[in-house]
């Protein structure tokens, strides 16, 4: 009869799923966008767009329209790579990459982006001669920013990680940690006298 789980081990497994790195970046990005716009009623400052409230929402709405897309775009074509590599290689490609934090914050950070310029576009003011939230526009911009360099990123990251080489590896991983009972061996390379390029993998497993 097995026992029940604690409360930290399923904290730890609910940390350790796909969705929870990309839910608290984007609760974290719509929570601040709330006070941002809080405190840009109190503070008053002075907007960095020249045409106003329609020009602040033109681009809001510029800036939630492309990340949508390219949020969608970039995973579905991520998607279909892992797919083809799990089905040619091992099937614990796809869980390699459902794990990956790299793979997790970026999601996080694209979804943010357009979450952050929603809240920010519905505190825009109606009238043409009221003044804009300029802190949670140079923020807005910044996520932009930001979700461009986490893009050559996560291309670079993603590169690394589809190289053969690197997908035995973490295959060999897992397998050992599988085989002592989730601790992880170590991979051991022996090089046999007669074939110096031939490599074997070995796990240490407990006695």
């Known amino acids: 009869m097995s026992q029940p789980r604690g409360i930290l081990p399923r904290l730890r497994g609910v940390w350790g799923s796909f969705w929870a790195v990309p839910a608290a970046i984007a609760t974290g990005a719509v929570l ?3 006070l941002l716009t809080a405190l840009d009623l109190r503070l008053r400052l002075d907007g960095f767009l020249p045409s106003g409230p329609e020009g602040a929402r033109s681009l809001l709405s510029s800036v939630i329209t492309a990340m949508i897309s390219f949020t969608a775009l970039v995973f579905s074509i991520t998607v279909v790579a892992v797919q083809l590599a799990s089905s040619q290689y091992s099937p614990r490609v796809l ?3 459902l794990r990956d934090r790299v793979t997790q914050a970026t999601l996080g950070t694209f979804v943010a982006t357009f ?3 929603m809240v920010v576009l519905a505190a825009l003011p109606g ?3 009221a003044r804009l939230p300029a802190l949670s526009l140079a923020v807005s911009m910044a996520l932009v920013l930001g979700s461009t360099g986490m893009f050559i ?3 670079h990251h993603m590169t690394a990680l589809m190289r053969v080489s690197h997908m ?3 295959s060999g991983y897992r397998a050992g940690a599988a085989s002592t009972g989730g601790r992880p061996g170590r991979p051991i390379r022996t090089v046999p006298r007669t074939d110096r390029s031939s490599t074997c993998w070995r796990h240490r497993i407990p006695g």
């Open 32 to 34: 601040g966008a709330i």
């Open 95 to 97: 869980r390699t990459f």
């Open 115 to 117: 979450l952050f310029a």
């Open 127 to 129: 009238r043409s001669e």
């Open 153 to 155: 990123y996560y291309l």
């Open 168 to 170: 035995m590896r973490r």
